[in-house]
């Protein structure tokens, strides 16, 4: 999936794999635009000088990475296809 949007569905699932497979979905999204926010900020890439850190969205970074892998072990443990 590439957009938020396309999860919906499945978060609305009356089955708990579905939800899961989207909210993994969802963070994996969520953390692709990270990753590319955090580059364009280190190449000067904005029109504006953003209020927060560069180091703060790494760190959030590093904690989202850190759920996903999580998420990775909990699909292994409970037969759920990510």
């Known amino acids: 999936m590439d957009d938020l949007k396309d999860t919906v569905a499945l978060m609305n ?14 963070l994996n999204i969520r953390c692709a635009k990270l990753k590319q926010m955090i580059a364009r900020y280190k190449a000067g890439g904005f029109d ?12 959030q970074m590093t904690a989202m990475h850190e759920y996903l892998n ?11 296809e990510v």
């Open 13 to 26: 699932s009356a089955d708990y794999k579905e939800r899961f497979e989207a909210e993994y979905d969802q």
């Open 70 to 80: 999580c998420m990775k072990l909990r699909a292994e443990i409970e037969g759920i």
């Open 48 to 59: 504006f000088t953003p209020a927060c850190p560069v180091e703060l969205l790494q760190k």
